[in-house]
T-cell receptor, first 123, second 111 residues
């Protein structure tokens, strides 16, 4: 079946412009995550969606970053007034259920399936 | 200090070698431990996950967690050139949505 898809695969933008990155999760996956991967760094959590709501947006680096999810499916990450330090690969992942249901999971872990990422370069 | 430390490598080994990759962490509340493989210009894919302590084996891969030492390992037996990739460890607390990743170790298996 189809995996997680992201578009565009590459984006070059000038400093100060706004960009929108799109994520199409696997059909039926209720949880969606955005991560950022800078050169030589591990993945940095940005935001988590369960359905259309975002219980955890603690990883968004500044108020220039925002994200939404509609119809429990597609998600868009928007970066306003881009800066050079925003250059990174932005990865989206989806999972069948949330990592935490609000009670002790006792070892249940829903695998996160990652998309190929959007490589953002701010010049 | 980062919550999860991982040697960036690169680690270069001959085909057939046993590879040992590891991560250390500082947060004793971590309960879920994962290893991801990431090929160049691709998203990470989950190789294995372990809940709490212990060992887990899957084919040529073995994951070990030592919570007393805050140390996790991934062993790859009979390594193949197709194993050449970046390996990321990740972990999370029981009551968290977030995965905390190491920075990844680049592995090169020479034919």
């Amino acid at each position: 079946g189809a995996g997680v898809s992201q578009s565009p695969s590459n984006k070059v933008t000038e400093k100060g412009k706004d960009v929108e990155l799109r994520c199409d999760p696997i059909s039926g996956h209720t949880a969606l995550y955005w991560y950022r991967q800078s050169l030589g760094q591990g993945l940095e959590f940005l935001i988590y969606f369960q359905g259309n709501s975002a219980p955890d947006k603690s990883g968004l680096p500044s108020d220039r970053f925002s994200a939404e999810r509609t119809g429990g499916s597609v998600s868009t990450l928007t970066i306003q007034r881009t800066q050079q330090e925003d250059s990174a690969v932005y990865l989206c992942a989806s999972s069948l259920g949330p990592l935490w249901t609000g009670k002790t999971n006792q070892g249940i872990h829903y695998e996160q399936y990652f998309g190929p990422g959007t490589r953002l370069t701010v010049t | 200090q980062k919550e999860v430390e991982q040697d960036p490598g690169p680690l270069s080994v001959p085909e057939g070698a046993i590879v040992s990759l590891n991560c250390t962490y500082s947060n004793s509340a971590f309960q879920y431990f994962m290893w991801y493989r990431q090929y160049s210009r691709k998203g990470p894919e989950l190789l294995m996950y372990t809940y709490s302590s212990g060992n887990k084996e899957d084919g040529r891969f073995t994951a070990q967690v030592d919570k007393s030492s805050k140390y996790i390992s991934l062993f790859i037996r009979d390594s193949q050139p197709s194993d050449s990739a970046t390996y990321l460890c990740a972990m999370r607390m029981d009551s968290s949505y977030k995965l905390i990743f190491g920075s990844g170790t680049r592995l090169l298996v020479r034919p």
